[in-house]
């Protein structure tokens, strides 16, 4: 597919000189940050969605890049609005929560929301996927990545697991998990207790680990793993505004 889906491109609203960098996760695209950023704009926030590499197109894609791309594509996104804002947060959904944490790691970063981030997940096939990609190069999503949503723009994202690039998630979740003493920055950390994903504890260690002074969590009730697309939008949204706010 040469062409993205209008609802699947990055997308950049301009606004004031703090600047939201939204990162989407494995698999998904930027439709899924959609309603996020644009609340955050309303509020005047500058916001750069990006699109991550092998997203958005085909899933063959995703077996053409690796960690390293998905690393370099956030430390883009990141660098865009550090020229020319002021403040920068970062927030991220599932591996886009793995690269907001190693942003916060490396660069300086005012404060970051990590949502629904994986640190432990329930496939154990995943620890499979080096030797399983040769004679299973995809596998279907046990559920839907998106849950809630009538209007289909914010539930664009890929039917099925590329088994080749799942080692490159594992990778960026192992790096992100070692070094969590390396954040100061104020965080705050969204999990759903109904993630059929990621395991909800993965939150309690985030937030057991880093070494930020301000940090909490939001803990959602309703919502499964894409929960920017969920039931709980409006309790997200307002809870990250007045966490950049303060």
Known sequence: MSDLHHYTKPFFHEGNDEGCLLIHGFTGTPAHMQLLGKALNKEGYTVNGIL???????????????????????????????????????????????????????YPVERIVSIATPVLIYDRFALLAPIVKYFMPYKKWKSEPTQGQNDTKNSIAYASIPIGAVPSLLKLMKQAKKNLSKITCPTLIVQSHMDQTVKPMSAQMIYDKISSKEKEILWLKRSKHVCTSGPEVKCIHEKIIAFLEK
């Open 52 to 106: 991550l590499k092998g997203h958005g197109t085909c899933v063959e894609d995703m077996n053409e890049c690796n960690w390293k791309d998905w690393m370099q594509d956030a430390v883009d996104g990141y660098e865009r609005l550090r020229k020319k804002c002021s403040k920068v947060y970062v927030l991220g959904l599932s591996m886009g929560g793995v690269l907001s944490l190693l942003l916060a790691e490396k």
